[in-house]
């Protein structure tokens, strides 16, 4: 995929969500001509607020092969609040288009306040060069729960854009 100004923009700020967010870790990336997938592994120490139980102790590690995290062995591996997400360690796949405001209601350092934030300044520097420039208002995320779908996600990523053409937003032209 050969990036556009704006592509470029996608990709320099989304390289650097770990410099604003010390617990992340990216794993695959790609830009689209008109979306971006990536990989967000949120590790960071679980201080016992995000479980039912309210239990301080923190739970025994899972090791998870090839992944690089321990996910907590609470079998609540995700949590939904209102707006965000939990910020137990996980993994999550982000696919978005366009955004919208942030919600003031969300928890600091979850997954919504990450890609609020990086489609907040993609959207500053991109409008710059687009005025028009806008993302969809959501964004889809997807909890990886084993090795064996952090692999298959990844190769999808890897692989779309050589899939471009097949894709159901493909309207014809190359980017």
């Given at each position: 995929?050969?990036?556009?100004?704006?592509?470029?923009?996608?990709?320099?700020?989304?390289?650097?969500?770990?410099?604003?967010?010390?617990?992340?870790?990216?794993?695959?990336?790609?830009?689209?001509p008109n979306h971006i997938h990536g990989i967000i592994v949120i590790n960071k120490?679980?201080?016992?607020?995000?479980?039912?139980?309210?239990n301080m102790e923190s739970p025994s590690p899972v090791e998870t092969p090839n992944l690089g995290v321990s996910l907590p062995d609470t079998g609540l591996y995700v949590q939904t609040p209102k707006l965000g997400v939990s910020t137990i360690p996980t993994i999550a796949?982000?696919?978005?288009?366009?955004?919208?405001a942030a919600s003031e209601k969300w928890n600091p350092e979850t997954?919504?306040?990450?890609?609020?934030?990086?489609?907040?300044?993609?959207?500053?520097?991109?409008?710059?060069i687009h005025a028009g420039f806008?993302?969809?208002?959501?964004?889809?995320?997807?909890?990886?729960?084993?090795?064996?779908?952090?692999q298959r996600i990844s190769e999808y990523i890897q692989n779309n854009p050589v899939n471009w053409r097949t894709d159901k937003f493909y309207d014809g032209k190359e980017s």
């Open positions: 995929m050969i990036l556009s100004e704006i592509g470029k923009i996608a990709d320099q700020y989304w390289n650097e969500i770990p410099d604003h967010f010390p617990f992340v870790e990216l794993g695959e990336f790609v830009v689209m120490p679980d201080d016992g607020r995000n479980h039912e139980t309210n796949i982000i696919s978005t288009k366009r955004t919208s997954l919504g306040v990450i890609i609020n934030q990086y489609k907040r300044i993609c959207t500053i520097d991109s409008r710059k806008g993302w969809q208002s959501r964004f889809h995320d997807h909890i990886i729960r084993n090795d064996e779908s952090f």
